[in-house]
């Protein structure tokens, strides 16, 4: 009983921000994202070992993170009927912990290979339900390109679901990276009590009817006009809660600069940031080199990305055990 699945990590373009649920991370609206390819993660996960036991890139796991990866191995474990521990191995191919989304990419892959392993039939918004339970931005890395979680209190309303768009093929991401450690765990925790939130709640309904509208009717730069909106929106909230979190560095603020002037010089170029310093600069193919130059004259590094599809069973060859 043992497989290997690979996801990869989301951009946030209507970010989910607080919990209401925290165990079964029930979020408090519809959220919106785009899976980046080629970054991904690659799980394999076996039942029947000794003892359960999880690493992420050489280093096993301990205390909440470890506790995140067992509500995920549980839930498969109540749904196929068994009671068997499991080793789970994972290995990242981007920086974790920088605003890249990992752990979308991280429990998508494990709710994936679990699933397999452990023998269930399940169509990918189902295992979405499963990756939700390790981190609500893993649901959307499981049904992969543009995909919507909706809000909801139970596993047949709170799941994912793509959402097509013709802007699958034109989309380039180039990523300006900026390696500040960030904790998003605390940020969901906290998120209510900011005096923003109920003032960010009460325009996400709209938000992202306006979002699914534009990706409908392949519409780009309205598409990622709202995506930068909303990066400054979520980060209103963040910053304004008890723990005032700030975590944008002086190279994000250079890149948000950068973008805007590549867009008076009529450069397709919109920002987006997840709850990190690192920055999304979504464009298209025939202005990416213009962009990917922009930032890294800015002493950044930069890697160039695509739309990433669904999370995946791999070969028995590829497994990392």
């Known amino acids: 009983m043992k497989a290997t699945a690979r996801a990869h990590p989301i951009q946030g373009l209507v970010k989910y921000h607080g919990l209401r649920d925290p165990e079964l991370r029930f979020p408090y609206h519809d959220s919106i994202s785009v899976c980046t390819a080629p970054s991904n993660t690659t799980t394999t996960v076996e039942f029947g070992v000794a003892s359960d036991r999880f690493v992420v890139d050489g280093d096993r796991l301990q205390g909440r993170a470890a506790d995140r990866v067992s509500s995920v191995v549980d839930r498969v474990r109540a749904l196929a009927d068994i009671d068997e521990p499991v080793r789970l191995e994972s290995d990242n191919s981007f920086p974790t912990n920088v605003g890249l989304g990992s752990s979308s990419s991280g429990f998508a892959a494990a709710a994936m290979a679990a699933v397999e392993a452990a023998g269930l039939d399940l169509s990918r918004p189902e295992i979405s339900t499963i990756a939700r339970r390790g981190s609500s931005s893993a649901a959307r890395a499981v049904t992969g390109g543009f995909s919507v979680l909706y809000s909801g209190l139970n596993d047949q309303d ?164």
Not at 237 to 249: E, I, L
Request: proline letters at 4%; aromatic letters at 8%.
């Open 158 to 321: 709170c799941r994912a679901e793509r959402l097509e768009t013709p802007l699958e093929d034109e989309l380039r991401i180039v990523v300006g990276l900026v390696p500040a450690y960030k904790e998003t765990e605390h940020a969901h925790r906290e998120a209510a009590e900011s005096h923003m939130f109920e003032a960010r709640l009460a325009h996400l309904h709209g938000q992202n009817d306006r979002l699914k509208d534009a990706l409908r009717s392949g519409d780009f730069d309205r598409t990622f006009d709202l995506a930068e909106r909303d990066s400054l929106s979520l980060a209103a909230t963040t910053m304004t809660g008890p723990a005032a979190w700030v975590y944008w560095k002086p190279e994000t603020l250079e890149i948000f600069d950068t973008v805007r002037e590549l867009r008076e010089d009529a450069v397709t170029a919109y920002f987006s940031t997840d709850t990190g310093a690192t920055v999304y600069v979504n464009t298209v193919e025939e202005d990416v080199e213009t962009v990917e130059s922009a930032v890294a004259d800015l002493g950044v590094d930069t890697e160039v990305w695509e739309v990433g599809g669904p999370a995946s069973i791999l070969p028995a060859s590829d497994a990392l055990f």
